[in-house]
């Protein structure tokens, strides 16, 4: 019977094995948008979100992108559409405003005390974007049916300016949820 049970256990501890792998090694495609006031674009490129023992892992590769800083946030809603504000259509805005689950309201950066939909800066050169930033307050969990939104301008991780200085919502991702 000892014998019976041997092959058993082996399975059964591979099987362990290669279920702790996958979980550690979660990784989802989002496709990256232009958006506008006018609604949803083309597609500019994608960024794969990767969770691992540091957090996410966020490998942004996008084009047609001003050259400069630009802010990156995961935002509350999954949807890129536009909406209205100030009796004005803005791109982006049904994404709603920056991931906070514990309703912090402070605009800290990545690592900070602040909400937790500040990810790092972007950097865009003349081809775009093409940079892997780490979210370690961060889980596949926590962004799963929200968006991924690139700001037109840098990001100082502040309340004044509004969003950091982030300015307009120019390209947007929904994140798949599961």
Do not use: W
């Not at 059964?12 to 989002?30: D, E, N, P, R, Y």
């Not at 969990?141 to 990001?155: K, N, Q, T, V």
């Amino acid at each position: 019977m000892n014998a019976m049970l041997r092959p058993l256990s082996a399975a059964g501890l591979m099987c362990c094995f290669a279920a702790s792998i996958a979980m550690a090694q979660q990784s989802t495609t989002v496709d990256i948008n232009k958006i506008t006031a006018s609604g949803v674009g083309e597609k500019i490129g994608i960024v794969k979100v990767t969770e691992d023992k540091k957090g996410l892992m966020l490998a942004v590769a996008v084009s047609g992108i001003a050259p400069g800083p630009h802010g990156f946030h995961v935002h509350e809603k999954g949807n890129c559409g536009p909406g209205t504000k100030d009796g004005k259509q803005a791109a982006g805005l049904a994404a709603g405003p920056h991931f906070d689950p514990e309703a912090n309201k402070a605009h800290k950066g990545p690592h900070g005390a602040g909400h937790k939909g500040d990810l790092p800066l972007l950097k865009a050169d003349a081809k775009g974007i093409n940079q892997t930033v780490i979210a370690p307050r961060l889980k596949m969990a926590d962004i799963r049916g929200r968006s991924l939104m690139i700001h037109e301008g840098g990001d100082n991780y502040s309340d004044q300016p509004e969003n950091g200085g982030g300015a307009g919502r120019i390209a947007c991702g929904t994140v798949p949820r599961g």
